[in-house]
């Protein structure tokens, strides 16, 4: 049975708590203090280490993003215990430049579950890119120039601009930024479980919240397990978890149209291994385990033995909430993937808000008058997830 404590902080409404973070949060700080709560946010430092192959990764950058390499990490802290044994990870989404909206979400898992909860942003997102690709003066010139390169575009924006530019040139980025996110994750886990982090204890367990296009990144580790790193860990999928091909990702606030046709036109001849830019590709595709397992999630019928096997030896540990009107990231999509048994089990939740939501926006600031509605929706997704941890 799970126990609530209900703190001042708890019986703030998400809004309340929303504002509060947002105020209060700055990733330049050591260490944060969450006011009238015993929660403290700490800012860890990360070095990463490149993997991609110099040829690749070069041909492609053009250059060395050193904010993708060295960067910092929030985590929140439910106490002033030193070191910990429990630990619990939270990834975002696609194209995400701050952690705004998802401090509320990872604040209430921290304080209903006891156990830190890690921040870590996926490869060239959130504070891991370009300070000038969240420039909105910067960005809206360049805007104008994308719309007349291509005047049939559809959902170009200052917040999708700098995705959908590195997409368009190089859809190969949407592949080699998700390994290097999952190869980044295995090194976090690793510190962690042999007791090379500082704040938790040799042997700690890590649990997994994972949102939108970072469900995708999971499946690919969760299908390829390299040293059975998540075997053990509880993990949630909210919002996300789709096979490639059922994806909708043209979104003002993710990828533009151009962005989005050029991916699907690449991961297509991927699958079919077609396109002389794909053939440098294929040691990565064919061979190596990530690479593999990224393939068996792009359409239903490649590698499917492997996928449903695979997941299969997840069952028990994962639990999916799945948003009924997502757009995006469609409820049929994430059926295909888990497949029918998971489907139909209590492990696959389907959800629906009695307000106007999206993928991007599910539970929305700006409208007072449905307050109420939103904290209920919030609580609705997370504390499940968090029996599902305590459980």
Known sequence: MLLFCFSKTAAMKFIEQYNQLKEIFEISQDEIRIPDSALTIRNIEFHAHMRIPSEINDSIEGRHICENIRFRYPVIMPGRKVMNNHAI????????????????????????????VIMFPLSYHINRGLPEWTDVRKMAGLLEIRRQKYPDIKEASVINLALSERLTEHPERFFLSGLQSALDLIDLLKEIQEGRHPLFEKGTKTDIFAYSISCMLLQSMMISNPDDIL??????????????????????????????????????????????????????????????????????????????????????????????????????????????????SDHFRIVHFPYSYSHENPFPVLLKKIDDLVDKAFHSVFMPAIEFYMD
């Open 231 to 344: 075997s053990g860990s509880k993990i949630v999928f909210f919002a996300g978890g789709s096979i490639f091909s059922q994806i909708q990702g043209i979104s003002k606030f993710i990828m533009d149209s151009i962005a989005f046709e050029s991916i699907q036109k690449f991961y297509a001849d991927v699958m079919n291994r077609r396109n002389s830019l794909v053939r440098g590709f294929q040691p990565w595709f064919m061979e190596n385990k990530l690479g593999m397992a990224f393939r068996a999630i792009l359409a239903p019928e490649i590698l499917k033995h492997v996928r449903v096997r695979r997941m299969d030896t997840f069952h028990k540990n994962l639990l999916v909430i799945a948003l009924r009107d997502d757009k995006v990231i469609p409820v049929e999509g994430i059926r295909l993937v888990t497949g029918e048994r998971f489907f139909q």
């Open 89 to 116: 990870v939270f990834l975002h989404g696609l194209n995400e430049r701050s952690w705004t909206k998802h401090l509320t979400g990872a604040r209430l898992i921290a304080e209903k579950t006891g156990r830190p």
